[in-house]
T-cell receptor, first 111, second 117 residues
């Protein structure tokens, strides 16, 4: 059974700070998803990455497949970045569509 | 283009009633997924459609839950004899299904918040 763990569970930062959220998973996979969820429930896909690093604006995601670990970084954080950030990994083998989600990291960025 | 849409956005019902939740995927996406998210938890997989067929319904909690996708586009999640424990946000996602070991990027709808009184 795939287990996905995120840390920290809650994170409070001041505007402008550099943010790091970590994700580890137990089942070897070749890709991982980072998602953003705002109050009210809507989920937005931020990244799907299988190796190395991806960057989109102020967001950077890295993954180490061998160590089964990924990080999401936010540079120059802003109050509008406040949201829940969730990582998800697909199960291995034939059920690679079936995502197992972490519980999420609640990020609050204060002005 | 339009993203994944779900209706209704909120549904309040009484214990024992029947509810239907609708998902309109992104046009052209062959794969469709339903998830359930309870308060304070990450989403949990319910069912996956590839085209019109349910390729994997192993996440449906019991036989009160059923989902259809008759024409390979819109999907309806049906819950019979609702219970208070069914209260959650029900999320739908869709993707192209290009295969590959890593799966495919899933695009999520805004969810339907179901409250069973």
């Amino acid at each position: 059974k795939n287990e996905v763990e995120q840390s920290p569970q809650n994170l409070t930062a001041q505007e402008g700070e550099f943010i790091t959220i970590n994700c580890s998973y137990s089942v070897g996979i070749s890709a991982l998803h980072w998602l953003q969820q705002h109050p009210g429930g809507g989920i937005v896909s931020l990244f799907m990455l299988s190796s190395g690093k991806k960057k989109h604006g102020r967001l950077i995601a890295t993954i180490n497949i061998q160590e089964k670990h990924s990080s999401l970084h936010i540079t120059a954080s802003h109050p509008r970045d406040s949201a829940v950030y969730i990582c998800a990994s697909p199960n291995s083998g034939g059920s690679n569509y079936k995502l197992t989600f972490g519980k999420g990291t609640l990020l609050t960025v204060n002005p | 283009g339009a993203g994944v849409s779900q209706t209704p956005s909120n549904k309040v019902t009484e214990k024992g009633k029947y509810v239907e939740l609708r998902c309109d995927p992104i046009s052209g996406h062959t794969a469709l997924y339903w998830y359930r998210q309870s308060l304070g938890q990450g989403p949990e997989f319910l069912i996956y459609f590839q085209g019109t067929g349910a390729a994997d319904d192993s996440g449906l909690p019991n036989d009160r839950f059923f989902a259809v996708r008759p024409e390979g586009s819109v999907s309806t999640l049906k819950i019979q004899r609702t219970e208070r424990g069914d209260s959650a946000v029900y999320l739908c996602a869709s993707s192209f299904n290009l295969g590959g070991r890593g799966g495919n990027e899933q695009f999520f709808g805004p969810g339907t918040r179901l409250t069973v009184l």
